[in-house]
């Protein structure tokens, strides 16, 4: 019964160390992957800065349009960026009176900012937003 046991514990443990470095293969596999995800994630975040900047040279230009795209381009790379959403916010209520994604954007700031100045400044905007549109329907 004795050598039974050891013979199952010896398979057992063979077979927990073909699991173990199997297990160290795939641990392996994946620390090489982590660097270029992390490397692609830095690279998409750094694209939505620059589409945020060239959306605020656009408005310092008055060419609401195109700073529109390139804001609508930085929440492509960066869909939390809660600047982008405000900034949006702001121009699809003044530039396009668009006060369905107005009210879309300046929802999704508030959900992603930690900003009270900018949140009360937001929550102001829904405010007359949604006053606008009871009124009008």
Not at 10 to 33: C, F, G, M, T, W
Not at 65 to 83: C, G, M
């Amino acid at each position: 019964a004795l050598e039974a046991s050891l013979a199952r514990f010896e398979k057992e443990h063979q077979a927990l160390k073909q699991e173990n470095r199997k297990l160290s293969q795939d641990v392996a596999v994946l620390k090489k992957a982590q660097p270029a995800g992390e490397k692609a994630e830095k690279g998409r975040l750094q694209k939505a800065e620059e589409y945020s900047g060239q959306g605020d040279e656009f408005v310092n230009e008055g060419d609401f349009t195109k700073a529109i795209e390139a804001y609508e381009q930085s929440l492509k790379n960066d869909p939390r960026n809660a600047e982008a959403h405000y900034r949006l916010g702001i121009l699809y209520q003044h530039a396009r009176d668009d006060e369905q994604r107005a009210v879309y954007h300046l929802k999704r700031f508030l959900s992603l900012s930690s900003d009270p100045d900018k949140q009360a400044e937001a929550k102001y905007l829904l405010r007359m937003l949604t006053n606008d549109a009871d009124r009008t329907h």
